[in-house]
Structure formats: structure tokens, C-alpha cells
């Protein structure tokens, strides 16, 4: 079972609801991860950080922010939500070396999206 | 820049058989890390099996081992005795060394794997 939480699993929302997508993590792992995938494609990475308050985009350009103020939580936000944000979104932690976990990218259930 | 090609979309394998998935990848880098990750449908991403570049020894779990040729820059996943619980989305991915100060993961682009019964 994974210490890395996700919530909510499945939201459905109007177009123009703010949306926050959280995530937890009891491992202390000071990385972690947004991924955004449909279903059955490929990840892309739209978030990361590498510590407390440090982030980074990612590779995919994406109208969503994060914040990390605290180690084990990274929430992503969507401040006005469209019908093209409608995706699963992946959370992930891995830690530093030496750690339990290191160099193994952890990931959340995930939180499956849907706007309309 | 790093990439991953998993040039399968799709395979099959019958029950108790044996698949081989694909994997190819071009760094320039010495030290790095390999994985495989297996997504049931509707379910969690999980980590299968994971090499480290340096390592010349290919890394095995249970039914699931890796063959690991760094000159060809090639990572393949052998699942032997197929199960039906295997059937899932595989990804593999690669990972630069910590001390390259990067710990972006990249993902490659998936190979179904459906198990007949």
C-alpha cells in the first residue's frame, strides 16, 4: 500500500470552478511530482519540486499551480476549469539518496477530472 | 535531451507463456537509472523492476526480469508464466544520476499488455 494520497479520485465540475487537487505524502520524501495523463496515453510531467518552497514547471505546459509549503503536501489548483483540463492528474514523491524509496518514483491513486 | 521509445503500443501473450517488452532510450550520460512500471486498468502505477546504469548484473523480481544492454542503450522486460493479473499499461522510464542535480523522470510512451486466457 503506498503512503502517498491523493484527493478527490474522481471530481466532475462546471466550466469556471476553481479546483484544488491534493496530495499527501507520509514518507518524507522531499520530491514530488504532477503528472497529467489521459487515459491509457503517456505521462506528462507539469509540476515539480524539490523541497519546500521550490517549484518548477514541467515539461508540459499547463494553466495549473502548486505550491509546497510544507514536505509532505503538494496541492495543485486550477483557478477557472475548462473542458481541456479534463484529465487524470498523477501525483508522485521519490526521495534523496540513502532514503527508503530513493531513486523510485512513488505514485498516488490519482485524481481523474472531468469538466463540463 | 533524454528520450524513451517503448515502440510496442500494443502486445499479447497467452496465460502461462512468456512477452518481452521493449525499450530503448538515448542518453549521453554514464550513470543513470532504468524502470519499469506496470498501471493495471483503473488502478495505481507501481514500480516492477528498476536497474541501475552501472550495474552490469540485469536486475530480476520473481517472474519479471530485465535485459539490460547499456551499449545499445536497449531495456527489456521479460514476464515469464503470464498471469491474467498482469494485464496492464507498462511504461518504462529513465532517470539521470542525483549528482546531475535533475530528478525529472521520463516516462516512455507505453505498451498495453493484454493476457488471454
Known amino acids: 500500500e503506498a503512503d502517498i494520497y491523493q484527493t478527490p479520485r474522481y471530481l466532475v465540475i462546471g466550466t469556471g470552478k476553481k479546483i484544488t487537487l491534493e496530495c499527501s505524502q507520509t514518507?518524507?520524501?522531499?520530491?514530488m511530482y504532477w503528472y497529467q495523463q489521459d487515459p491509457g496515453m503517456e505521462l506528462h510531467l507539469i509540476h515539480y519540486s524539490y523541497g519546500v518552497n521550490s517549484t518548477e514547471k514541467g515539461d508540459l505546459s499547463s494553466e495549473s499551480t502548486v505550491s509546497r509549503i510544507r514536505t509532505e503536501h503538494f496541492p495543485l489548483t486550477l483557478e477557472s476549469a475548462r473542458p481541456s483540463h479534463t484529465s487524470q492528474y498523477l501525483c508522485a514523491s521519490s526521495a534523496r539518496t540513502g532514503r527508503a524509496g530513493a531513486n523510485v518514483l512513488t505514485f498516488g491513486a490519482g485524481s481523474r477530472l472531468t469538466v463540463l | 535531451a533524454q528520450t524513451v521509445t517503448q515502440s510496442q503500443p500494443e502486445m499479447s501473450v497467452q496465460e502461462a507463456e512468456t512477452v518481452t517488452l521493449s525499450c530503448t532510450y538515448d542518453t549521453s550520460e554514464s550513470d543513470y537509472y532504468l524502470f519499469w512500471y506496470k498501471q493495471p486498468p483503473s488502478r495505481q502505477m507501481i514500480l516492477v523492476i528498476r536497474q541501475e546504469a552501472y550495474k552490469q548484473q540485469n536486475a530480476t523480481e520473481n517472474r519479471f526480469s530485465v535485459n539490460f544492454q547499456k551499449a545499445a542503450k536497449s531495456f527489456s522486460l521479460k514476464i515469464s508464466d503470464s498471469q491474467l493479473g498482469d494485464a496492464a499499461m507498462y511504461f518504462c522510464?529513465?532517470?539521470?544520476?542525483?549528482?546531475?542535480?535533475?530528478?525529472?523522470?521520463?516516462f516512455g510512451t507505453g505498451t498495453r499488455l493484454k493476457v488471454l486466457a
Open positions: 514518507m518524507g520524501h522531499d520530491k
Open positions: 522510464a529513465y532517470r539521470r544520476d542525483a549528482t546531475s542535480g535533475t530528478y525529472k523522470y521520463i
